[in-house]
């Protein structure tokens, strides 16, 4: 699911008529689940938001504005979805301003054991990402600032947590799919005819509300985002709907129609 115009190539395409610089920062999240002892990748997202290069800039529901690409796996061994994160991690690695991505390190190492694994074919968005998060605190000239919000901004906190600690409300409805039992059961349970579309969209929902969550965390912590959350806390919900529901049309039903 995504609302880019060219979501094979989100930060910028040399045949666009128009191209003007912007400043991204990406947040990064997968969604696992477990076969037979081993783990699978059963969801990734990736989300952009345009910041400014010297200031911070405020977030409001009313301003909301952001491009997105979440996928789910279309089965157990869906080797698809991992070519596909693999592409996007090269782009952003060069092109992206800031990527923001919590526990990065656990992510990055099931995915280059997943890549070894997968017969000899070269991934190296996953390789250059590894490289580039193992030394972040000197990043290369021309890459982007990496900032994992489990350890440089809230150390050992999980995400829902740093959420909360920093005005950032998360409601049950969709905090829910991003919870590590709620990916085993859409992996573990068959589904049948339109379910299919509704699970899929589910593990989607989770892997963007963790990238959008680490892209504000790790926004906040380069002070290239603020938002009102000491008073009243951004809702998680409304700031993914008022952008997202045209792709998650069973997740925003029931508060969208045409």
């Known amino acids: 699911m995504s609302n880019l115009g060219w979501p094979d190539t989100p930060f ?54 952001f491009g997105f690409k979440a996928m789910a796996a279309e089965s157990g061994c869906d080797t698809g979805l991992m070519e596909m994160l693999d592409a996007f991690l090269v782009q952003a690695r060069r092109q992206a301003r800031i990527i923001a991505w919590h526990s990065a390190d656990d992510d990055l190492q099931v995915l280059r054991a997943l ?48 959420a909360a600690a920093h005005g950032l409300a998360v409601p049950d409805e969709l905090s829910g799919f991003q919870h ?47 938002w009102e959350g000491d008073v009243s806390p951004l809702d998680l919900h409304r700031l993914i709907e008022s952008v997202a529901w045209g792709q998650f049309p069973y997740l925003f039903s029931r508060t969208h129609h045409w």
């Open 12 to 65: 910028g395409s040399t045949g666009r008529p128009v191209r003007r610089p912007v400043q991204w920062l990406t947040g990064l999240s997968c969604q696992w689940a477990d076969s037979g002892g081993e783990p699978v990748l059963i969801g990734a997202a990736a989300v952009l938001l345009p910041v400014q290069r010297t200031r911070s800039t405020p977030l409001r529901l009313d301003l909301a504005n």
């Open 115 to 162: 890549a070894r694994a997968g017969g000899g074919r070269r991934h190296p968005g996953i390789a250059g990402l590894s490289e580039a998060w193992a030394g972040r605190d000197r990043p290369a000239h021309g890459t982007a600032r990496c900032v994992d919000t489990a350890l440089d901004f809230c150390p050992g906190t999980v995400i829902t947590e740093a």
């Open 180 to 226: 590590p039992a709620h990916a085993q059961l859409c992996h573990d349970v068959p589904a049948e005819g339109g379910e299919t579309a509704v699970i899929a969209e589910s593990i989607a929902a989770g892997a963007l509300l963790q990238a959008v969550t680490a892209a504000l965390l790790g926004g906040k912590a380069t002070g290239r985002l603020h």
